[in-house]
Structure formats: C-alpha cells, structure tokens
C-alpha cells in the first residue's frame, strides 16, 4: 500500500508538471512541443547569433522545417531557396525597406511583408551590389545625429516620456539607429530626434 501511494503521488505531481508546461508554453502550427528546453536546428548557423541558435526552447520545429536566423521555422526548401546567397536567409515577413550600408534608414516604411532572401541580423545590403549583403560593423547605415546603428537594441528605447522602462528585452534583428549615452529620443516637430536630458523639458 505505501508504494503504490507513493507511485500515485509520483504520477499526480507529473501530470500536474506537464498541464503547467503545456499551459505555459503555447507552440505555433509549425512547431511541436517538447517536455524541456532543447536546442533547435537551423537553415544557417554560421550567420546566427549564438544568443538565438543556443537558446533552450520548449517548441521545436516540425520535422521538415528548420529555424532561420530570425528564430522563425521555416520549410527545408525554402532554406535552400537562400543557401548559396551569402549572410542572407529565407524570410517569410522581412522589411520592404531594408537597411542599406552608408544609407539613412527610412522614417517612413510599408508594413507590408517582403518574401524571400533577406540580410541575416548584423548584415546590411551593399550599396553598390544590392544582392549581396555585407557586415554592419563593418559598413553600418548612416544615422541621424547624436545616434548610431546598433544591430541589437531594447525592446523600451528611452524617450522623455519614458526614461525608465520595465520588462525590457534585446533583440538582435533588424537593428536600427539607437541614441548615443546621455540622449533619449523627442519627437520634435513630427520627427523623432534624439536629445539630451536637459532638453526634455523644452517645448519644440
């Protein structure tokens, strides 16, 4: 009798671990879920940032589908569709306004999704050859004064109207022009500058 309490009391606490796994963890229709935190596969590892490509996740990608250096799962072959496009992936929703070395990134931009071969996180079109993508520590975009072009940035910039931010995150995806030390962004006349402290309080 006391073992078979034992055993009930075992098969009790693991039902009750699983419900909370399962309830905690929702997966997406291209991904299964997995009892503890594995790693996944990827289309190209070697262009992946290491914080995405050995992170621990409870869904994995379906068999015939690997992850892109996004993290999104996608088809086997649409993976080959970008192998031999150099630093690029297969995206399924990335910018229809890509970032281009030396060039100011656009203010104003389609939400529309564009499908295809994108520039991996950290890599920038080049100018000259808008195929081929080139590394943005190397040939970053032009950004606009008191900022520069950070690949991984806060999920909570620091503006004048919320300098302090909670439950943030960085990601590493698109990148974008982030505010020097000591500035936060203001939106003056309709633009988003970046400004320091003492500014925030003028009116412009």
């Known amino acids: 009798m006391r ?31 997995v009892w503890y935190p ?20 409870y869904c994995l990608c379906k068999q015939g589908y690997v992850r892109n250096a996004w993290g999104h799962c996608i088809k086997e072959s649409e993976c080959n569709k970008c192998i031999y496009v150099r630093n690029a992936d297969y995206n399924q929703c990335s910018s229809s306004c890509p970032l281009v070395c030396g060039q100011r990134p656009p203010s104003v931009c389609t939400l529309q999704c564009a499908i295809g071969c994108a520039c991996a996180p950290g890599f920038v079109l080049d100018p000259w050859y808008k195929k081929y993508c080139v590394p943005a520590s190397t040939c970053p975009p032009s950004c606009p004064r008191n900022s520069v072009f950070q690949t991984c940035t806060t999920t909570c910039p620091q ?17 974008e022009c982030t505010c020097l030390p000591g500035y936060v962004k203001k939106l003056v006349r309709g633009e988003e500058k970046c400004v320091s402290w003492n500014r925030c309080s003028l009116r412009e």
């Open 38 to 57: 594995m790693r996944d596969r990827f289309c190209k590892p070697w262009i992946t940032f290491q914080t995405e490509m050995y992170k621990g996740r």
């Open 3 to 33: 073992n078979s309490g034992v055993v009930l009391l075992f098969l009790g606490a693991l039902c009750i671990c699983l419900v909370y796994t399962s309830a905690r963890h929702k997966c997406y229709d291209t991904e299964v879920q």
């Open 159 to 175: 503006t004048c109207e919320n300098p302090y931010w909670k439950n943030c995150e960085i990601q590493c995806h698109r990148g």
